[in-house]
């Protein structure tokens, strides 16, 4: 009887026991009916009765060892195999989770491509401007409603005698006397794209909000080159199907000015929208009447051009202003009709982009 050869021998033979038939072995060799602790309990009765009071412990300790030692194998083997059986190595690698563009950047980039084809040159000023940039440069005098404090942010900052108080700046039209003085001699083609300020806040504007200007100056500039670029523009961005209209307006640094509309995208030009199973009619809560502003746009005022310096009996030219968001609203097939959901954070909408 060698309890101690046997304790050795056990652990060299479950460390290499991989598979639970193995080990199913092993527990026959050790605690079967004719197993080993079996044998050394037959072998205790021929022993004399002190010996038995000393071997006896030690084989019971040793039984208890093997039927721990397996019990803990087993239950090793058996995770093992069901993680094992969890993988499935046809199957792709894991994909890491990676960002994507915001939409407005989606939209900026495809509207500076568009305009890139037919030469005009992408550039961006400040967003905190001065006031002689944003009104005086535009012809928009002191005591003019836009520069009131309930259509403008006025920042806290020491004013300038000459350019007056800094703003966050409302409109991306600033950089066009900032454009002219800097190409000084026409021909201009600008496109500005920037974010700009107001305080309104509803479906349809967003206090912070982009927008890109398009300044096209040179000699022979009239409205029928505004009106090709324009339509060039829809149909690029939009599609052929959406249509558009120019309405005379007035706009205090073009002329004449006219408000550039396109048909609805949401409701499809008709004004309502019908849902449900009785098909009831619901006024568009995006365009209200089946057509949806783009933005502002005509040619400039000879005193704009003036200001820049820029000769308005040599040179003419045309400008408009349309928010980034507005006209991404608009494309098709998107069905945005609220501007907030854009900078609301949820990410279940931004993963659609």
Known sequence: MNIQGATSDFKIQITKTESIEVLENLR?????????????????????????????????????????????????????????????ITLPGKK????????????IEEISNIFKKIGFIPVSYPEAEWEYFAFEALNMPKGHPARDDFETFFLDEAEDKKYGKIILTPHT??????????????????????????????????PMFYQFEGLCIDKNINITNLKGTIDYFVQQFFSEHRKTRLRPFHFQF?????????????????????????????????????????????????????????????????????????????????????????????IEFLNQF
Not at 97 to 107: D, E, R
Not at 174 to 192: A, F, L, T, W, Y
């Open 28 to 88: 026959i060799k050790y605690l079967g009916r004719k197993g080993l602790i079996n044998s050394f309990i037959e072998e205790l009765k021929k022993v004399e009765i002190p010996d038995r009071k000393i071997l006896g412990p030690k084989i019971n300790n040793l039984k208890k060892y093997i039927e721990e030692q397996i019990e803990l194998k087993s239950k090793y083997i058996l995770d093992k195999d069901e993680k094992e059986e969890l993988i499935d």
């Open 96 to 107: 890491y989770p990676k960002g994507s563009l915001h939409p407005t950047t989606i939209a």
């Open 173 to 206: 039209s600033s950089g066009q006397n900032r454009e002219m003085n800097r190409v000084k001699n026409p021909p201009i083609r600008m496109i500005n794209i920037g974010k700009c300020y107001r305080p309104n806040w509803d479906s349809v504007h967003n």
């Open 254 to 346: 073009t002329e004449p000015s006219f408000e550039i509309d396109i048909s609805c995208g949401i409701c499809k030009g008709l004004g309502y929208l019908t849902g449900g199973e009785t098909g009831k009619k619901t006024k568009c809560k995006v365009c209200k009447s089946g057509w949806l502003e783009l933005g502002g746009a005509g040619m400039v005022h000879p005193n704009v051009l003036k200001k820049g310096g820029i000769d308005p009996n040599h040179f003419s030219g045309w400008a408009f202003g349309f928010g980034v968001e507005r006209v991404y609203m608009m494309k098709e097939g998107l069905m945005l009709d609220d501007i907030r959901i854009l900078y609301s954070g949820q």
